[in-house]
């Protein structure tokens, strides 16, 4: 049985051309002209592009005394529906709990996702046994390995434990990431704001201004040079934590920045809302920021010095949102975003001209692919690839509303904001999720897709070779004793 995509153009990171698409056992099969099959979808007037990559979801993850709202099922059906056809979503032990074992857990979670799926490891607490372990989470095809550098007292490591976990992923080929913020300065921010009575939601913003990241990103990406190895940070949300990135990639070090989507068109004001409520369902960390910072963004996407957009959808309910009711520090971190983030990119980047077509495919696919090293599996158009597409109309419109969404949640950062550009169509390895805008995805279709390591190195810095390997100077005439 094969399935044909007819009439369309085809949009890749780096072409852009009118083919059609033959798909078969769940990949790719032909790319030509006037191609006829068993069943045939019309993407006259469409692009036909690769399925959007989240690399950065947190699906039924247990946070801040809770768990994330959405599970592999609803997580992925919102993915789907939305046109992301894959998710990579963090495995996070608790504090003391054996990596392998967390592994066990994720996989028991993710058997009804919809759309295939890969894992990252969380660094939460370090010690011998994860030392230990860490090659054999490379082997299960988990390469990267996530390390927090804020929620201190829960999940956050300290720069020892930091410089040893990222020489291990040197060792190993492993690419870490990083949550960079200074996690001693938001904690003691927190405390003096809660002191003072200022325990809104606009707290959760005053605790964490853009400095904690500046600071944290940079001290990340000089950790990894001296490890010599690649950097990725996440949720890159302001000016300086840009800046680090852009300075560092200026001298040739392999560092990777990761914008999201409620960052790009959401802004601090959010967290002045009169409406508890509205405020609250808004905090994430890093917090939104302002127009200036939002700017910096966009540029990087463009510029090439900022690489991916990601949601960091980690959605809770208004009720859970509650448990921060007089003390914003309990207020859970996370806001959804997994179906919106290609329409709003489009609509706010492709629509208004700061992103083409083909940069659009780089940032939500292409690019994600080839740093978490699954390309051409996935995001590509290219025979052989996973058979994992949307059909893209540029002029289909929809105003965002909770009411309509795929989450389990019960509202949308995005309430109100009309897009323009929306899938038709969306296939996963072959299987049709989202026919003619109706969402058709089946939950236990998503498989695991297991990553080999990189072997990627970071040594731009003319220092680099003495901090690896030292010179051992002889000397002479060396006094009798010290003092
Ligand atoms: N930030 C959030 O807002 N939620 C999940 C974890 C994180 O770092
Ligand atoms: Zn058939
Ligand atoms: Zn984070
Ligand atoms: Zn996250």
Same mark, same amino acid.
């Given at each position: 049985?094969?399935?044909?995509?007819?009439?369309?153009?085809?949009?890749?990171?780096?072409?852009?051309?009118?083919?059609?698409?033959l798909?078969?056992?769940?990949?790719?099969?032909?790319?030509?002209?006037?191609?006829?099959?068993?069943h045939?979808?019309?993407?006259?007037?469409?692009?036909?592009?690769?399925?959007?990559?989240?690399?950065?979801? /947190?699906?039924?993850?247990p946070?801040?005394?809770?768990?994330?709202?959405?599970?592999?099922?609803?997580g992925?059906?919102?993915?789907?529906?939305?046109?992301?056809?894959m998710?990579?979503?963090?495995?996070?032990?608790?504090?003391g709990?054996?990596?392998?074992?967390?592994?066990?857990?994720?996989?028991?979670?993710?058997?009804?996702?919809c759309?295939?799926?890969?894992?990252?490891?969380?660094?939460?607490?370090?010690?011998?046994?994860?030392?230990?372990e860490?090659?054999?989470?490379?082997?299960?095809?988990?390469?990267?390995?996530?390390?927090?550098m804020?929620?201190?007292?829960?999940?956050?490591v300290?720069?020892?434990?930091?410089?040893?976990?990222?020489q291990?992923?040197?060792?190993?080929?492993?690419?870490?990431?990083? /949550?960079?913020?200074?996690?001693?300065?938001?904690?003691?921010l927190?405390?003096?704001?809660?002191?003072?009575?200022?325990?809104?939601?606009?707290?959760?913003?005053y605790?964490r201004?853009?400095?904690?990241?500046?600071?944290a990103?940079?001290?990340?990406?000089m950790?990894?040079?001296?490890?010599?190895?690649?950097l990725?940070?996440?949720?890159?949300?302001?000016?300086?934590?840009?800046?680090?990135?852009?300075?560092?990639?200026?001298?040739g070090?392999?560092v990777?920045?990761?914008?999201?989507?409620?960052?790009?068109?959401?802004?601090?004001?959010?967290?002045?809302?009169?409406?508890?409520?509205?405020?609250?369902?808004?905090?994430?960390?890093?917090?939104f920021?302002?127009k200036?910072?939002?700017?910096?963004?966009?540029?990087?996407?463009?510029?090439?010095?900022l690489?991916?957009?990601?949601t960091?959808?980690?959605?809770?309910?208004?009720?859970?949102?509650?448990?921060?009711?007089?003390?914003?520090t309990?207020?859970?971190?996370?806001?959804?975003?997994?179906?919106?983030?290609?329409?709003?990119?489009?609509?706010f980047?492709?629509?208004?001209?700061r992103?083409t077509?083909?940069?659009?495919?780089?940032?939500?696919?292409?690019?994600?692919?080839?740093?978490?090293?699954?390309?051409?599996?996935?995001?590509?158009?290219?025979?052989?690839?996973?058979?994992d597409?949307?059909?893209?109309?540029?002029?289909?419109?929809?105003?965002?509303?909770?009411?309509?969404?795929?989450?389990?949640?019960?509202?949308?950062?995005?309430?109100g904001?009309?897009?323009?550009?929306?899938?038709?169509?969306?296939?996963t390895?072959?299987?049709?999720a989202v026919?003619?805008g109706?969402?058709?995805?089946?939950?236990?279709?998503?498989?695991?897709?297991?990553?080999?390591?990189?072997?990627?190195v970071?040594?731009?810095l003319s220092?680099?070779?003495?901090?690896?390997?030292?010179?051992?100077?002889?000397?002479?005439g060396?006094?009798?004793?010290?003092?």
């Amino acid at each position: 049985m094969t399935k044909v995509i007819r009439n369309g153009t085809i949009v890749t990171a780096d072409r852009t051309y009118k083919a059609d698409v033959l798909v078969k056992d769940g990949k790719i099969v032909a790319i030509g002209n006037d191609i006829h099959g068993d069943h045939e979808y019309d993407a006259t007037g469409c692009y036909v592009m690769p399925g959007g990559i989240d690399p950065h979801t /947190h699906l039924e993850m247990p946070f801040m005394g809770t768990y994330s709202a959405d599970d592999f099922e609803s997580g992925t059906r919102a993915a789907l529906s939305g046109g992301t056809t894959m998710v990579v979503d963090f495995c996070l032990p608790s504090p003391g709990q054996s990596l392998l074992e967390a592994i066990q857990m994720w996989d028991n979670k993710s058997g009804r996702a919809c759309c295939d799926y890969s894992f990252h490891m969380a660094i939460t607490w370090w010690g011998e046994q994860v030392f230990n372990e860490m090659p054999e989470v490379v082997k299960r095809g988990i390469p990267t390995f996530k390390h927090f550098m804020a929620y201190k007292g829960a999940l956050m490591v300290d720069d020892d434990e930091m410089f040893s976990s990222f020489q291990r992923c040197a060792e190993l080929g492993a690419l870490p990431l990083v /949550h960079a913020e200074n996690g001693d300065v938001v904690a003691q921010l927190s405390q003096k704001l809660l002191a003072e009575g200022n325990n809104g939601p606009e707290g959760h913003a005053y605790s964490r201004p853009p400095e904690v990241e500046g600071e944290a990103t940079n001290r990340a990406i000089m950790i990894a040079d001296m490890a010599g190895v690649p950097l990725y940070v996440v949720h890159t949300s302001c000016e300086q934590s840009h800046e680090a990135i852009r300075r560092a990639r200026q001298k040739g070090m392999r560092v990777f920045g990761e914008p999201l989507i409620q960052h790009l068109v959401l802004d601090e004001t959010e967290y002045f809302n009169k409406d508890w409520d509205h405020s609250a369902r808004r905090v994430m960390s890093p917090p939104f920021r302002n127009k200036q910072h939002q700017d910096s963004l966009w540029a990087g996407l463009s510029a090439g010095s900022l690489q991916v957009v990601a949601t960091d959808h980690c959605a809770f309910t208004s009720e859970q949102k509650r448990f921060g009711v007089g003390d914003f520090t309990k207020i859970p971190n996370g806001t959804g975003g997994l179906e919106d983030r290609l329409p709003v990119l489009w609509t706010f980047g492709v629509n208004t001209g700061r992103l083409t077509p083909n940069e659009f495919v780089a940032v939500t696919s292409t690019n994600i692919a080839k740093i978490l090293n699954m390309y051409p599996k996935k995001g590509a158009i290219l025979e052989g690839a996973d058979a994992d597409i949307i059909v893209w109309d540029p002029e289909k419109t929809k105003t965002i509303s909770a009411k309509a969404q795929q989450s389990v949640i019960d509202y949308n950062v995005f309430e109100g904001i009309e897009v323009k550009g929306l899938p038709r169509y969306v296939f996963t390895r072959g299987e049709v999720a989202v026919n003619d805008g109706k969402v058709e995805a089946r939950p236990g279709h998503g498989e695991f897709v297991a990553r080999e390591p990189h072997m990627a190195v970071n040594k731009a810095l003319s220092t680099w070779k003495e901090v690896v390997a030292p010179r051992k100077i002889e000397r002479t005439g060396i006094p009798a004793t010290g003092v």
